[in-house]
C-alpha cells in the first residue's frame, strides 16, 4: 500500500514543480511575449510584461521578409527523413547488440558514440568537399544523410537500452513457435519497444529541427531550414529583438507543439525501465 | 507535314529551354537594414534583365562570414555573389580568390569615396564594389552637455571627451558620461580600441611584424580607457558591444558614445529612441598627432573566381552599388534611406545633404580614416580597426580577452598588455611572420 503523504507536502511539492517547470519554460515565454511588442518596448527598462500595446506587426513583416514555409517544408522533410533513415539502420543494429552480444559489443557501442566527441566544425572543410564533389551542397537529401548520421550514435545508444529491457526469454519463445527473424522484430519485439522507439523517434526529431552547424552550414538558398530563418534576424548592430523572437516564436512553434502532443510518450519512454 | 511539325516542336522546346536556362545569381547577404532594402527593390534590375533570376540568402553577420569563407575556400561555388567587408577583401584577392571588377564609363568609378576603394582594392585593382560605407564617430547627448555649461567642438580631443565624461556622470541618476565597448572580440571592443590606440600613436606591428603591446604607447591608451571607464562608464561595461550601448544610449543612461556612423539613424528616431532630438554629433578624438580614433568599414559586394556566372553578376553589381540605385531608392523610400559612405556624388547632392543631418560628419570620418597607412608610424598592414591577415581574427579576439577583462578589473594593464603581447608573439611566430 502507498504510504500516506500529507496534503501540505503534496501542496509543497506541487508548487515546487510549477515553479520550477516556469522557470525552465521563462525564456520561451519571453520570447513569445517580445514578439508582440513594437522594437521600443522590447527594449524598455524596467520591461514591461504584459502591459503593453500589442502588436502583430513583427510577425507581418518578418512573413513579408522571407518565405516561412519553404524554410518549414526543409525542417520538416529534413528532420523527419533523418530521423526515419536513422531508425532504419539502428534498430537491426541495436537489436544485434542488445539480444546476440559479443566480446566486443560494449566496444563499438563507445566507438560509436565517440564520434560525437569531436566538435563538428573540425570535419566541415572534409564533408563540405565531399558535397561539393558529389552535388550534394544545399540539397535536403545531403542535409539528411549528415543528420542521420550525427544522431545515428544517440538513436542506437537509445534503442540499446530500451532493447535490453526486454528479456530475451519471450523473443526465445517467439522462436521456438517458429517465427523467422523478421517477424521476431515486427510483430514481438517491435510492439514491446513502442514507447522506446517512439521516444527515440521524437527526441531525434527535436535534435534534428534544432540542429545549426551543419544546417547553416551546408545550405545555401534552396534546403535551407528554420535555423537559417532565424539566422537571418539576429544581428550585432542593430536591436531588432521583437522581430528577432517574432522569427524564434514561428521557427519553435511546431516543434514546441508536437511536443505538447507527445509528452506522455515522451515520458514514458524517457523514464521506461527506471522503475523496477 | 510531319517534318514541318517535328521542327515546330523542336523550336518551341529549344524556346521553352532557352526561357528556362534564365540565369539564376545566388546571392549571399547580410541582414543589415541596407541589405533588406536592396533585397526589396530589386525587381527592378530583374524586370530590366530578364534573363537573370535572383536568389538571396540572408544571414547575421558573423554567420555569413563563415558561410561564405568556408565556401570560397573550398570554391564550393554555392554563391554568385557574396558581401564581404573591408576585412576579407585583401586577404582574399591576395589569395586570388576574387574576380577582378572593371565596370563601364556609365559605373563612374572615380565617384568612389578614396578611402573606400583603396580599402577594397589590391595593386590599384578593385575586386569588390562598395554597397554601404561607415566610419564611428561620436553621439552625444546636446541637453547634458549644456546642463553641465560644455560645448562639444566638431573635432574633439580625448582630453576634452575624457573630461566632460568625468562632468556629466551621475551615478546616482544612472547617467553615465560616455558608453565605449567592453565586449571581447575582434569586430568587438578591439574594432573601437584598435581605432583608439592609431590615435595614441599605438599600432599593432612594426615593420618587422613584430607585436607593439610593450610600447608606450599601448599603456597610454588602454590606461586612459580603462580610468575613463571606470570613472565616467555604465557598470558591467566590460560585457557591452554595440547593441548594448545602443539600448544604454537610446534609454537615455549615456552622455556620449563612440561607435559606428550608422548608429546615427538609430539613436534619431523617435520611434525606437527616447532621446531621438537631443543627439548631437562630433569626429571621433584624437590626440594632436594628425590621426583621430575613427574607423572604416564598407560591406561590398564580390564575385568569387571561378564563378560561371561572370557577366550576370558583374551586371548587378553595378547596378546594385550605382548611382542609379540611390536615385531608385531616393525615388521609393527617401533620400535619407540611401545607402551612406560609397560616392562623392552623393555627399554633394543638396537633397541628401538635408534629409540626412548627420551626412556631412559621415563624409569627414570617412574621409579620416586611411586603410592604406591608419597609424602615425609605418606599418606593414592595410586596414583601420583590423589588420587584414587571416590570423587576425583569433589573434584580435585573444588580445579582446585579455583587454576586456583589464577593464573588469580582473588584471591591471599592465598585466593585459604584457600577456597581449605574449600570446601575439607566439601567434605570429607560429604562423610564420616573426622568427
Redesign the interface.
Known sequence: MARAVPTRTKLGFTILGWLVGFLIFFPILWTVLTSFK???TA???PPQFLFFAWTAENYIEVNA??DYFKHFANSVIISVGSTLLGLLIAIPAAWAMAFSPTKRTKDVLLWMLSTKMLPAVGV??PI??LF?DSGL??TRLGLTVVLTMTNLPIIVWMLYTYFREIPGDILEAARMDGASLAKEIVYVLTPMAVPGIASTLLLNIILAWNEAFWT??LT???A?PLT?FI?????????FWAKLSAASTLAIAPILILGWFSQRQLVRGLTFGAVK | MKVKRLALAACSALAIAAHAQAETLTIATVNNGDMIRMQKLSDAFTEQNPDIDLEWVTLEENVLRQRVTTDIATKGGQYDIMTIGTYEVPIWAKQEWLVPLDFGADYDVDDLLPAIRAGLSQDGTLYAAPFYGESSFVMYRKDLFEDAGLEMPEAPTWDFIAEAARKITDKENEIYGICLRGKAGWGENMAFLTAMANSFGARWFDMEWKPQFDQPEWKEALQFYVDLMNDAGPPGASSNGFNENLALFQTGKCGMWIDATVAASFVTNPEESQVADKVGFALAPDKGLGKRGNWLWAWSLAIPAGSQKIDAAKKFIAWATGKDYAALVADKEGWANVPPGTRTSLYENPAYQEAAPFAELTLKSIQAADPTHPTVEEVPYVGVQFVAIPEFQGIGTAVGQQFSAALAGQSTVDQALSNAQTLAEREMMKAGYTK
Not at chain 1, 231 to 239: D, K, M, R, T
Open positions: 513594437t522594437e521600443g527594449i524598455a527598462t521578409r522571407s566541415l572543410v563540405y568537399l561539393r551542397l544545399d547553416l552550414n545555401a538558398a534552396k535551407a537559417a539566422a537571418s534576424y539576429s544581428s550585432p548592430e542593430g536591436l
